[in-house]
């Protein structure tokens, strides 16, 4: 990300105090990041994030513009567990280099940590929105969501979506999921479905004479005389 956006690097550095620090197992608990936790994740996530929807969206662009989603005059944005915004600055990134005509841009992102939402805002309007091209005009609106359920809401109401974006969402929730209801088990170490009982009963064999034996014919020895 150094070479694809210095400025922003240096921003998200000196202005909001990221630093890098590998995570595993600790994304589990992401959505309750405190401003250290969301620091270290805008220093390591973000960048990561930022740079593969730049290079994902850049060489998908002409599918894009096939089915016309740039040919429009808006296009609609749903960015799911944004977190800071790495892969939704990334694309909009790409956005700016290829669209040259005026056009508005929608953006709905939705996450359930407010902080990093706020890192995320932060980004936009302090960094990015003074930046943009003229020709684009960017609806910003941001979503908290502190349940599944509302999560679904929200979901739900965002209809006529050009663009969905969810990249380390889905596996963050996997990971979730995982740590508290268990690992996952390979299917040869789970254990057998009980299967109803079915009484079989065993055939009854037929009593059957046993054959008599035969008597021991009597031998007679011949005695000379």
């Known amino acids: 990300m150094i070479n694809l ?10 202005n909001l105090g990221a630093y890098w620090h590998k995570r595993t197992w600790d994304a589990v608990s992401n959505l309750h990041n405190d401003e ?13 994030s930022y740079i593969e929807s730049y ?62 939402i706020n890192l995320q805002e932060n980004i936009f309007k302090n960094f990015w ?14 979503e908290i969501f502190e349940s599944s359920d509302l999560l679904c809401n929200y979901i739900m109401q965002f209809s006529n979506i050009d663009i969905g ?7 963050e929730m996997l990971k979730y999921d995982e740590n508290n209801h268990g690992r996952i088990v390979d299917i040869e170490e789970s254990e057998p479905v009980n299967e109803p009982e079915v009484q079989v009963e065993e055939p009854v064999a037929e009593e059957t004479e046993e054959p008599e034996e035969p008597e021991e014919a009597e031998v007679i020895e011949n005695t000379q005389t």
């Open 36 to 48: 250290k936790e969301n620091q270290g994740y805008l220093g390591t996530y973000f960048i990561r």
């Open 129 to 142: 929105k003074p930046k943009s091209r003229h020709n684009i005009t960017i609806d910003y609106r941001l």
């Open 5 to 14: 956006n210095r400025p922003l690097y240096d921003y998200i550095v000196k």
């Open 55 to 116: 290079h994902i969206f850049r060489h998908n662009i002409n599918t894009l513009m096939k089915h016309g989603y740039l040919n429009n005059d808006k296009i609609r944005i749903l960015c799911l567990g944004s977190g800071t915004g790495g892969d939704l600055f990334g694309l909009l990134h790409v956005l700016e280099e290829i669209i040259t005509k005026p056009i508005t841009i929608e953006v709905i992102s939705v996450d359930g940590n407010s902080i990093a």
């Open 165 to 171: 974006l969810s990249f380390k969402f889905l596996s």
